[in-house]
């Protein structure tokens, strides 16, 4: 038992990674611990490691399911957010594949391409081990993160430090609410994106908005509807600030952003009341009630 509690915050940040959604995750794990108990541990002789591989390739099966699963979801799918400050073990080991603008990319890879560059640039596994884990050659799995990192870096190319991420957000916030077009757009990259992820909550976006002017006049048609009254609250999702916004003490949206040094190019507004709760459960802070199931003020 000792083994897998000592690995369990390792493992766990495999998942979570891997799916995007800390239920998902939970679901594997208990599926390891499962498989640890009927296993002989007289004959493995590395039980982190294996536990590590049962980990990684149950999350690959459970990736390749839900991407079918998500073709059914209504408009854009983002990866459950988690806060960082209160919730350590998401965030263990190295930093790298966890912000939320990351994980979105990372849904472009194969499910395989995903635990090759994960286990290489957030857990710093020898390309050896990757390879075991994967049942491939050495030689593959470096040709798989290499083109995993080209791939990420070609989408999203030198973020800023989190400091210039806060004062772009607050840059961002008193702008929208101000409803000043201009101001948003000179802090928008060029190719700025918001993507809303509601899963068919009324009001909420089913499509991306894309382009500096366009993101910048969604931003300010919506305002007057979801500003006024707002309760704002700084948090840190996934490693960077975010803002959990509320009204009435109903939760109804956290907004994070990803940025570059030519300016804001992703805005993630996170909706879904489901998504919206497991925030919630992960600060330890949901009562009954908290989460709205329809029709609050949105983007």
């Given at each position: 038992m ?21 239920a998902?995750a ?8 499962l498989?640890w ?10 039980p982190p490691?294996?536990?590590a591989?049962i ?12 991407r079918?699963r ?8 983002l990866?459950?957010p988690?806060d ?9 080991e190295r ?8 994980l ?8 395989a ?6 286990l290489?640039?957030a857990f710093?596994y ?8 994967l049942?491939?050659?050495?030689v ?9 990192r ?16 806060r004062?772009?957000l ?17 802090l ?7 993507y809303?992820?509601g ?10 908005v894309?382009?500096?002017t366009?993101v910048?006049?969604?931003i300010v048609?919506?305002g007057p509807?979801?500003w006024?009254?707002a309760?704002l609250e700084?948090v ?32 993630l507004?996170?909706?879904n ?18 989460i ?8």
């Amino acid at each position: 038992m000792s083994a897998f509690l000592e690995s369990r915050p390792r493992l766990f940040g495999i998942a979570y990674r891997m799916l995007g959604s800390v239920a998902e995750a939970e679901d594997v794990l208990q599926e390891v611990w499962l498989r640890w108990q009927r296993t002989d541990r007289t004959v493995v002789v590395d039980p982190p490691a294996f536990l590590a591989q049962i980990t990684t390739r149950l999350a690959i099966n459970v990736a390749q399911s839900a991407r079918a699963r998500r073709e059914t979801y209504i408009g854009p799918w983002l990866p459950e957010p988690v806060d960082t400050s209160v919730d350590p073990a998401v965030g263990a080991e190295r930093g790298e594949a966890l912000e939320l603008a990351l994980l979105f990319l990372l849904e472009k890879l194969s499910p395989a391409e995903r635990a090759a560059y994960i286990l290489r640039e957030a857990f710093d596994y020898p390309y050896g081990e990757i390879a075991g884990i994967l049942q491939l050659s050495a030689v593959n799995t470096r040709q798989i993160v290499s083109r995993a990192r080209k791939r990420l870096s070609a989408e999203r190319r030198g973020p800023v430090d989190s400091a210039q991420h806060r004062r772009l957000l607050d840059a961002f916030l008193a702008a929208a609410r101000a409803g000043d077009v201009a101001a948003l757009e000179d802090l928008f990259a060029t190719d700025v994106v918001s993507y809303t992820d509601g899963n068919g909550i009324r009001g909420a976006s089913r499509f991306p908005v894309a382009g500096r002017t366009r993101v910048a006049r969604f931003i300010v048609a919506f305002g007057p509807r979801f500003w006024p009254g707002a309760d704002l609250e700084w948090v840190q999702t996934n490693g960077r600030p975010g803002l959990l916004i509320s009204h009435g003490g109903t939760v109804v949206a956290l907004l994070s952003i990803d940025a570059l040094p030519q300016g804001i190019n992703t805005l993630l507004w996170v909706m879904n009341p489901a998504k919206l709760e497991a925030f919630a459960r992960s600060r330890g802070r949901l009562s009954a009630g908290d989460i709205p199931s329809e029709d609050p003020p949105r983007p």
